[in-house]
Antibody
Framework: QVQLVESGGGVVQPGRSLRLSCAAS????????MHWVRQAPGKGLEWVAD????????DYVESVKGRFTISRDISKNMVYLQMDSLRAEDTALYYC???????????WGQGTLVTVSS | QSALTQPASVSGSPGQSITISCTGS?????????VCWYQHHPGKAPKLVIY???NRPSGVSHRFSGSKSDNSASLTVSGLQAEDEADYYC??????????FGGGTKLTVL
């Protein structure tokens, strides 16, 4: 069955980097758009980034442009989120989600927690 | 501040119906029929309950329905059950090639 498992979260100082991973099983990431969505403590959901099924198109929320990079490795069936120049406001639970149509998420992972603090 | 506006909370008794509103703009809900609703129980992965304004995914109860009018969308949950108690988020594709979410609505089943 379809499963998404995030990893790579942790506590990091402001200005440092972290790479999140999303391991997909039960389907191939090359056939779907894949997205990252985050939820800051006590806040709502926020879309962060996506990579289209073609692998060439990528989009980012304005607040992370130039700092975050989404990518995928088809051979490993993995999706990544490279987060550089981290800020306190990036502290959140980061979810990986599969796009079944057009920004419609039919499967989500359980999330990985990122805490940016000195 | 979220791009889409939802009430912070709604409540209803078992068996009753409730409606959650989601107000956007001409840049999102008003232009596109790509509105989704997600149910989120804390500590669990969000679950898709409505997509493309009013479509229900396979396996989602018929008690969930969605609609849209102008710049606003709505989620109605009929025949409330205890298990419906959760946070609900609307989301819409936006003209900026991004997805915007509402701030979330906490549904309490009394």
């Amino acid at each position: 069955q379809v499963q998404l498992v995030e990893s790579g979260g942790g506590v990091v100082q402001p200005g440092r980097s972290l790479r999140l991973s999303c391991a997909a099983s039960g389907f191939t990431v090359s056939g779907y758009g894949m997205h990252w969505v985050r939820q800051a403590p006590g806040k709502g959901l926020e879309w962060v980034a996506d990579i289209w099924a073609n692998g060439n198109n990528k989009d980012y929320v304005e607040s992370v442009k130039g700092r975050f990079t989404i990518s995928r490795d088809i051979s490993k069936n993995m999706v990544y989120l490279q987060m550089d120049s981290l800020r306190a406001e990036d502290t959140a639970l980061y979810y990986c989600a599969r796009d079944m149509a057009f920004y419609v998420y039919d499967y989500w992972g359980q999330g990985t927690l990122v805490t940016v603090s000195s | 501040q979220s791009a889409l506006t939802q009430p912070a909370s709604v409540s209803g008794s078992p068996g009753q119906s409730i409606t959650i509103s989601c107000t956007g703009s001409n840049s999102d809900i008003g232009t596109y029929n790509y509105v989704c609703w997600y149910q989120h129980h804390p500590g669990k992965a969000p679950k898709l309950v409505i997509y493309d304004v009013s479509n229900r995914p396979s396996g989602v109860s018929h008690r969930f329905s969605g609609s849209k009018s102008d710049n606003s969308a709505s989620l109605t949950v009929s025949g409330l059950q205890a298990e419906d108690e959760a946070d609900y988020y609307c989301a819409s594709y936006s003209s900026t090639n991004t997805l915007v979410f509402g701030g979330g609505t906490k549904l309490t089943v009394l």
